[in-house]
């Protein structure tokens, strides 16, 4: 349970960050909240957190956590118009705790520009969705200076119920959420190529999973992707596109670090044959809005096959925390 000593302030209530949020509301902590899209916020102010009108409303916050999609709308968050630093006074929280996941150099320009404004700030990207914050098995990663991370981590742990993991200064854990993503795509790729290799040969989806997810090979990605393989449950939780990014920001670092990376080169490529086979289908684009474990339709039609849902209820072990 976290201290409480701090007024928090929380920007994004999408998918992921809303129910971050309110772990922390939950636990009882001051926290005061915005969101483009108003109507998004407002439940979880009937639930006790503080909404206000704008990001400048939140300058006088301790500690302020960000949770949006792009690099870009959070510089506008911080800097914009309305920003959280265009408050007159010259107000700002202590300390910034960004849990997106955007590029290096441009988290690196923003640490930069709080630094000099006199605030510090913690990169902690998470891993897992929005099922695995409420079952309490979020986990995050985390940068920046220590004497700051050691005074947000009660909030930190709050949030990601499975640990959080700080791995040094800088950007480190940017590079750190790079790395968990193209493991993602491997796997993800890897585990529809071996599912449909089996039921070709004539074991149903869903008993191969099982002894998958029983075997020291299974993981809790194994077990909770399975109900999607299995039933073709393409409800969003990550998309192809911004998981051909990572591959893309993973093959980048490798470059400039010298690392080799054939398996994700090989990844990518074969990422890559789904947005080809998007344009065969009658809505393109809701095609690649789809969960990004869909890709094993683009490898069943490489395979001559054609899927259909098992209709097995599958477990995903992410129930949600009482």
């Known amino acids: 349970m976290a201290d409480n000593k701090h007024t928090l302030g929380w920007i994004g209530m999408g998918r992921m960050g809303y129910p971050m949020a309110e772990r922390l509301v939950k636990d009882g902590c001051q926290v005061h909240i915005w969101n483009r899209t108003r109507a998004k916020a407002e439940p979880l102010a009937e639930k006790g957190a503080t909404l206000v009108d704008s990001p400048a409303d939140l300058a006088?916050?301790?500690?302020?956590?960000?949770?949006?999609?792009?690099?870009?709308?959070?510089?506008?968050?911080?800097?914009?118009?309305?920003?959280?630093?265009?408050?007159?006074?010259?107000?700002?929280?202590?300390?910034?705790?960004?849990?997106?996941?955007?590029?290096?150099?441009?988290?690196?320009?923003?640490?930069?520009?709080?630094?000099?404004?006199?605030?510090?700030?913690?990169?902690?990207?998470?891993?897992?969705?929005?099922?695995?914050?409420?079952?309490?098995?979020?986990?995050?990663?985390?940068?920046?200076?220590?004497?700051?991370?050691?005074?947000?981590?009660?909030?930190?742990?709050?949030?990601?119920?499975?640990?959080?993991?700080?791995?040094?200064?800088?950007?480190?854990?940017?590079?750190?959420?790079?790395?968990?993503?193209?493991?993602?795509?491997?796997?993800?790729?890897?585990?529809?190529?071996?599912?449909?290799?089996?039921?070709?040969?004539?074991?149903?989806?869903?008993?191969?999973?099982?002894?998958?997810?029983?075997?020291?090979?299974?993981?809790?990605?194994?077990?909770?992707?399975?109900?999607?393989?299995?039933?073709?449950?393409?409800?969003?939780?990550?998309t192809p596109a911004l998981l051909r990014k990572d591959l893309d920001l993973g093959l980048a670092a490798g470059r400039e670090h010298g690392v080799p990376m054939p398996v994700t080169a090989a990844t990518r490529e074969a990422l890559q044959a789904h947005f080809g086979a998007a344009s065969l289908q009658p809505d393109p684009q809701a095609y690649l809005d789809m969960d990004f474990s869909a890709l094993i339709e683009t490898l069943a039609l490489a395979s001559g096959m054609k899927l259909e849902s098992e209709n097995v209820p599958v477990p995903t072990g992410l129930e949600a925390e009482g």
């Not at 506008?76 to 929280?93: K, L, T």
Request: with cysteine; net charge neutral.
């Open 60 to 238: 006088n916050v301790d500690v302020l956590f960000t949770m949006v999609s792009t690099g870009n709308d959070l510089e506008q968050i911080y800097f914009g118009e309305n920003g959280v630093a265009s408050a007159g006074n010259g107000a700002m929280p202590k300390i910034f705790v960004d849990c997106s996941s955007i590029g290096f150099e441009q988290s690196a320009g923003l640490r930069a520009r709080l630094k000099e404004r006199g605030a510090e700030f913690i990169a902690s990207p998470v891993s897992g969705n929005g099922k695995c914050v409420k079952s309490g098995k979020l986990s995050s990663v985390a940068s920046g200076p220590k004497a700051a991370f050691d005074e947000v981590r009660p909030y930190l742990e709050t949030i990601a119920g499975a640990g959080v993991s700080y791995v040094g200064d800088g950007e480190l854990a940017r590079i750190c959420k790079v790395a968990h993503n193209v493991m993602l795509g491997v796997v993800i790729q890897n585990l529809a190529e071996i599912t449909l290799l089996a039921e070709k040969a004539g074991v149903p989806r869903h008993a191969f999973l099982d002894f998958m997810n029983n075997s020291v090979m299974g993981s809790v990605f194994t077990r909770y992707k399975s109900n999607a393989l299995v039933n073709l449950d393409w409800t969003t939780t990550f």
